[in-house]
Structures are given as C-alpha cells and as structure tokens.
C-alpha cells in the first residue's frame, strides 16, 4: 500500500514539463528575524545574508516561490508580535505565480497567524492648539503602485488607490480596536478645535491633507497604549493581478495558489485582489482561514476573470465604518467568477449610514460610528456562472446580504443573515453588454437565472424599497424577458422573521418559485422609536409584469399588513398561481389584490374568488418561540398540532428535507416540519 501511495504522489506531482517530477521544497518566513537568509530552515535566524535560515520578508519568500513549494509565515512567537507592516503579497508581472504543475501554498506555520497589517502608526501627533483634546497631523502622500494602479493624488478624491488623504482612522483601546466616527459639519481647519468636542471623532482637511482627531480618552496618541491610532497605510495586501497596471514586463496571469491562516488589516483600498484576464482567467486560486478587518476602502476581497476559485472559513468585519467619504465598502464583490465557492464566510459590520437614508441599527452592532450610507455588502457576484455560496453569516450591514447580479446557476445554501437594507437582492444592475444584451447567448450577460436560495434564515432586514429577499429585472430594458424553459430563482426552506417592507418583493421578473417559507413579524414591531415613517411589513409583493410565479407551502403570520399584495396595474399575467399556503394573519387580511383588499381566504372578494388558495388554510402556526427582538430572531419551528402540519403540496420533486436537513416525512406548510 505505501509503495502505491508513492507513486500516486510522484504521479501528482508530475507537471507539463515533459513529464519531469517537480520536486516541492519547505519555505520558510520570520519577521523576527533582522537577517534575512535562504528561507530553507525554519530557525535559527540566518548570521549573514542569504545564508541558512528564514526569509526576513515575505516578499522575499514569495518571490523564491516554485511549483510545489510552500512557503511557512511565522506568526506571533517567542517575543514577535507577528505583525508585518510596510510589507503584502505582489503576484503580478515578473512575480507572477504560474503553479498549474503542482499548486503552491503560502500558509500561517503550524497554529500561528501571521498578520500582514496596511496600519501605520503616526508618533508625530500635536494638538491642534495648546491644551486641546484634539490632535493633528500631516498625511503622507503615497506613490507606491501596487498592482492596483499608480497611487498619488487624486483630483476627485473618490479614489483610495490614488490618494494620501485617509478614508477611515482606527484607535486601539482597552485590549481592541474601534474606527472612530466621522464629522462632515467642522467647516474649515480653523473651527476645527470648537467643533470636534466629541471623543472618539475625527476630520480631515482636504486642502491642507490634515487629519483632526479627538480620541476616546485624554491620552497622548504618541505614547498612551490605550490612545494608538491607526492610519491606514498600504493601498492593499494581497494582489494577484495580471491587468497590466504596473510591475515589470508584461502582464501574466498566476494559477493554482492556497492562501491560508493569516489576518490582514488596514488597507487603504482592498485586502485582496485576484484578477485574471478575459482570454487566461486566473485559476485555481483558493484562500482558507483568511480574517479582514478595518478598512475605509472599497472591498476585503475582489476579483475578475477567474475560475475554479474558492473561500473558505473567512470573517470579514469593520468595512466601511467611520468613513471620510463615500465608497463601496463591501466584503466580497466578485466579477467573473466561473465555477467558484464561497462557503462558511462571516461578515459583521460593513458600510455606513447616520444621515437618515435608513434606520441605522441599534446595539449590539451599531456603534454610530458612520457618516455617509453606501456600501455595506456581504458576498456579491456579478456576471458570473456557476457559483456555490454556502453557509454564510452576515449581521449588520448598510446593505445586502448576498447580491446576485447578472449572474447564472448560483446556489446559495445555508445563510443567517440579520440587520441589513435587504437580506438577498436579485438584482440586473450591469448587464453586459449594456445595449443589444441577447439572453440566448451565453458570453452576455442580460438577466439572472437559475438560482437556487434554500435552507437559510433572514431576520430584520429589507427597507421600504426591497425586502427580505428582492428580485429585480435588468436595468437597461425591463421589457427583456427569459427564454423558455429558463427559471430565475427557486427559493425554499428559509425562515423570515420581522422584515421590513416586504418578506419576499418580485418586480417585473418571471419564473420565480417560493416554496415552504415562513414570514412573521414586523420590523416595526422591534425597532425603537425613529421619528419617521416606515412601512408595515407584509408577505409577498408583486409588482409590474411578473409571470409565472408560484407559491406554495408557505406561512404567513404576524405581519403589519396583507400576506400577499399583487400591485401590478394591469391584468395578471398567466402563471401566476398561490396554493397551500397558510394564513395566520389577523386583522391585516389575506390578500390586496390590484387595489381591493382581501381579508379572508373564502367570502365575496376572499383570494379563493380569484382562483386561488384551493387549498390554502386560516389558522393558527403555533411558533416555538416569537416575537423574538432585534438582537434575537423568534424560533419558528412547529408543533405538530400547528395549521402547517400536512397541508403541503408534494414538492419532492423539487426537494425532500426542511431548513435543517431533516427528512420532509409528510409536506407540511413553513421552512421546518412539523414536530420536529
């Protein structure tokens, strides 16, 4: 058996060179070290340069990287902190990485995570005026280019790969970190010292490239430990990039890497970017146990033209927070991605919002720490094909869970997401190309479809204009229609608690299927008193020209208004068919349909008058536990005395298993069986 173990390895290991094995080497990397050797021993640091030891950079390392090597990053350890500044991971032009032989790893060693920070940490604070608790000081013009385009100053100042002039600044207190909170009314540098009066707010003087800041506390930011403020400093940390944009020689296109177990920090722009091209996608790119934290940029992780690409275990939080001005601030935005994974991704606390676009959302996340509303995505994925995304948490957030754009056959199984302007939005914002989209053609990109969303849950989330999960047609021409035979989104087993305008909003868009949902609740029921005004929630809402839509197996209880509100202003289009449904609504009503309202199922004017709901039912859901609050979504699992249980339509066609895995013994109506 070891022998034939052998020889597979060996077999594996075979590359397109001629059919010659590629021998793969043990790299190493510690920053602790202030002599830089080989990299070919883990320790002791090398005497003389260049001799036995640890790469001191990992510039270094990356750069003697081969087909099959691996290159260990040491961590904290031993009195170093782990911490690499001034330091990120280049593969574009000549340091390229083609490992399609045998893939390459670049790796946290044993249990340590080594963080690549973009962080500066200025020791040349002064007060704005003697006596101040305001501090003041120069920013650093930036020329570096780091795959991403040339740096420097930028007339606009809408751009963070092309600026001095910080986004976001960070403090370090009591043992964590916050972003501190941005004031856009100070007026001028000489009001400066009057108006930042708060502690833990900033401002910054675009004249002048001056940043004002009073810290949390009366320390000196210079020497206090619990006073460091952090300024972001490098324009990203991992570029994998073959646009061309700068590096020597000509473009070229990495393939067949794993990055795993770092924490990356305080970019400028983004923590990670992998492009490709149109003609050589870059594939095989993978980055396991990836944490990002802090930046005022555009996105923790971006990508175009690549295949085969996948992200596994990563966080992602305090994107976006505390900005200066406007940007994306999303987590993960990704163009072109063709059979990728993205599965077990946790994102906390993306984009901003304190100007009244939206209610901002209260404790525990929110710690009013924004200014402008924009951005605040979790996972987007834009005129892609075939993408998996899995088990994804997402709470708090300016604006969507996961956004499917233009995009063809993604999966998304498994999410709980909370606090957010809509939980998944289907939405046709950048079709491509812009005019003459033909929906037949594969290489275009006119609509979504063929989406499956399935076996998640979706609490407080969808502001007046979209809703829990949104479905919206292509922007440039809302009369393009879907092919026969093509389906938009089938959408099952997902449990909707206290949203906000709508549980389920579809407008102008056909073959959209919802099966075994549960919607409960209002989001105006946990949200505290805002002074302003805010639609009651209801089930679901179609709008404009929808076709073939079905619904069926559904729960609707709770809601500030109707279960089911089909607001299109001329006759409903064929197709459109609600059955075994169940209504525990109350005194909002079953149905407004075109205007009238339905307040029972049966009746002169009932939904069953309409020909539907011939085997819908009114009765109580008996859910485990509910309200529930904003912090805490209500549980709405059943009894088997519930008005759900053995209602359902036979959807086994389609799907055999309720939101937990759980065999589908009998259809009941709701996201989980009944008794279990």
């Known amino acids: 058996m070891r022998t034939i ?21 043990q790299l190493y990397v510690d920053g602790a070290c202030a002599v830089g050797g080989d990299g070919t021993a883990l320790a002791p640091c090398a005497s003389t340069a260049g001799g036995p030891g640890p790469f001191a950079r990992i510039g270094h390392g990356v750069r003697a990287l081969e087909p099959g090597d691996t290159l260990d990053v040491r961590g904290r350890h031993d009195g170093f902190d782990g911490v690499y500044r001034g330091e990120y991971l280049g593969l574009f032009g000549e340091d390229h990485l083609d490992c399609r032989a045998a893939r390459c790893t670049i790796r946290g060693h044993g249990a340590e995570r080594p963080v690549l920070s973009g962080f500066s940490v200025p020791r040349d604070w002064r007060r704005a005026v003697p006596g101040s608790d305001v501090w003041v000081r120069e920013m650093e013009r930036h020329d570096e280019c780091q795959g991403l385009g040339p740096s420097g100053a930028h007339p606009a100042r809408h ?18 970190r916050v972003p501190l909170q941005y004031v856009d009314r100070v007026g001028g540098a000489a009001e400066v010292a009057g108006r930042l009066t708060r502690d833990g707010t900033w401002w910054h003087d675009l004249a002048g490239h001056r940043s004002y800041v009073n810290p949390h506390g009366t320390g000196d930011p210079n020497a206090d430990p619990d006073t460091v403020l952090l300024v972001p400093q490098e324009q990203a940390l991992v570029v994998i990039d073959a646009s061309g944009t700068c590096g020597s020689g000509p473009p070229r296109v990495s393939h067949n890497l794993l990055v795993r177990q770092f924490d990356l920090e305080g970019p400028r722009s983004k923590f990670v970017e992998v492009n490709g091209r149109m003609d050589d996608p870059a594939s095989d790119i993978r980055f396991e146990d990836v944490t990002m934290r802090f930046t005022g940029g555009r996105f ?10 996948a992200v596994e275990r990563s966080v992602s939080e305090w994107i976006g927070r505390g900005l200066s001005w406007a940007n994306h601030a999303h987590a993960f935005r990704t163009f072109h991605m063709d059979h990728a994974t993205l599965a077990d991704v946790t994102c906390r606390h993306l984009g901003t919002d304190n100007k009244g676009e939206r209610a901002f959302l209260d404790a525990p996340w929110s710690h009013d720490t924004s200014s402008w509303w924009w951005g605040g995505t979790c996972i987007q994925v834009k005129q892609s094909n075939d993408v998996v995304v899995r088990n994804v948490v997402a709470e708090d957030l300016s604006l969507v869970g996961i956004a499917l754009d233009v995009s063809r056959r993604t999966l998304v199984d498994g999410f709980d997401i909370r606090r957010a302007a809509s939980g998944i939005d289907l939405q046709e914002f950048t079709p491509a190309p812009q005019a003459g989209c033909d929906e037949r053609n594969e290489a275009h990109f006119c609509h979504n479809y063929g989406h499956v969303i399935r076996n998640g849950r979706i609490h407080a989330s969808g502001i007046a204009a979209a809703g829990a999960i949104a ?57 505290p008193p805002r002074g302003r005004p805010m639609p009651r929630a209801k089930g679901i809402v179609l709008m404009g020209d929808v076709q073939r839509f079905e619904s069926r197996n559904n729960v609707f209880a709770g809601l500030g208004d109707v279960a089911i509100e089909v607001a299109s202003p001329g006759p409903v289009a064929p197709g459109v068919s609600f059955d075994h449904d169940l209504f525990d609504v109350g005194q909002a009503g079953v149905a407004r349909w075109k205007g009238p309202r339905s307040a029972r199922l049966e009746g002169p004017g009932g939904l069953r008058t309409l020909g539907h709901e011939a085997h819908g039912r009114e009765g109580p859901a008996r859910f485990r536990r509910v309200p529930g609050s904003l912090a805490e979504p209500p549980d ?13 339509a036979d959807l086994s066609r389609h799907f055999t298993t309720d939101a937990e895995g759980r065999p589908r013994r009998s259809w009941d109506a709701g996201a989980y069986a009944a008794g279990r």
Do not use: C
Request: net charge positive.
């Open 300 to 309: 923790a992780l971006h990508t175009q033209w690549v295949a085969r690409f």
């Open 159 to 176: 751009d963070p790969d092309a600026d001095w002039d910080p986004q976001v600044i960070v403090q370090q207190r009591r043992g964590g």
């Open 636 to 648: 709405l699992h059943v009894p088997a005395s519930s008005a759900a249980a053995g209602m359902g």
């Open 471 to 527: 479905v919206s047609p292509n922007q440039r021409d809302r009369r393009k229609k879907l092919q026969p035979g093509q389906f938009t989104a089938k959408i099952y087993n997902v449990a909707i608690t206290h949203p906000g305008g709508a549980a389920i909003r579809v407008r102008d868009v056909d073959a959209v299927s919802v099966w075994n949902v549960s919607a409960f609740g209002d989001l105006l029921s946990i949200l």
């Open 5 to 25: 173990e052998t020889f597979l390895a060996a077999v594996a290991l075979l590359g397109a060179w001629g059919g010659t094995a590629v021998a793969a080497r």
